[in-house]
């Protein structure tokens, strides 16, 4: 199995990947994410609508663009998941105990949605489905990653990870920004993001998504940008 050096993790800011926020860039609450969750493996405090559970449909985190840590590139887009052999890739890296736990009830074939994060324009990218259910993950025993965990053991590690396969690209880029449009209106009106885990749990890199936040979602790439 390929090791890409990805930079998921579980509590990713409200808009940026998981693991570790990138160190760039603006005011968007989305974009503060990832650095809570990679950081620590603490244990962070979630909404009840954060902990919404079984779901068959994911928003999974990574970033696109090229980030250091601890001397190792973490990047990881939709374009590199689709260069990996066979276009499968591990998800590793995630440090948020909320995350790892719905990356461990996820199931074979459940697909997800690849979503860019701690970038220019973070949002949508594409589609992907889960090949192989939840099994430790390696980078928790490696000390040169920036994931490495000295807390776990390999008898007990703490730390879980899926492997996921490209199934395509959205037939347009689902940027933040507009999906937030959605979720404030959806807010008044008791439409299907009012909840969505994206704004109101933002700072996790693995998310669950409602049959009817997945369908929304969906149906955006058909319609022209709002």
Request: aromatic share 8%.
């Amino acid at each position: 199995m390929p090791k890409p050096r990805k930079r998921l993790t579980g509590a990713a800011g409200p808009d940026k990947k998981g693991p570790s926020g990138k160190r760039t860039k603006t005011g968007n609450p989305d974009e503060t994410s990832a650095k809570m969750e990679n950081s620590s493996p603490q244990k962070t405090s979630a909404t009840n609508n954060c902990g919404k559970n079984p779901s068959s449909h994911w928003l999974m985190k990574s970033e696109p663009e090229s980030r250091l840590e601890k001397g190792v590139d973490v990047k990881f887009g939709i374009e590199d998941l689709k260069a990996q052999p066979n276009q499968t890739a591990c998800w590793d890296g995630v440090r948020n105990y909320q995350a790892r736990n719905f990356l461990r009830a996820m199931k074979l074939e459940e697909e997800a949605f690849f979503y860019h994060s701690n970038c220019k324009e973070p949002g949508i990218a594409g589609l992907m489905k889960i090949v192989k259910e939840a099994y430790p993950d390696h980078t928790q025993f490696e000390k040169k990653s920036p994931h490495y965990d000295p807390s776990s053991k390999k008898d007990n590690p703490k730390w879980s990870m899926v492997d996921v396969q490209f199934v395509r690209m959205m037939k347009r880029f689902i940027p933040l920004a507009e999906l937030k449009t959605h979720h404030k209106a959806h807010k008044a009106t008791g439409g299907p993001l009012k909840d969505v885990a994206l704004f109101t749990c933002q700072r996790l890199s693995v998310q669950p998504l409602t049959q009817e936040e997945f369908n929304f979602i969906l149906s955006l790439e058909e319609k022209e940008a709002s």
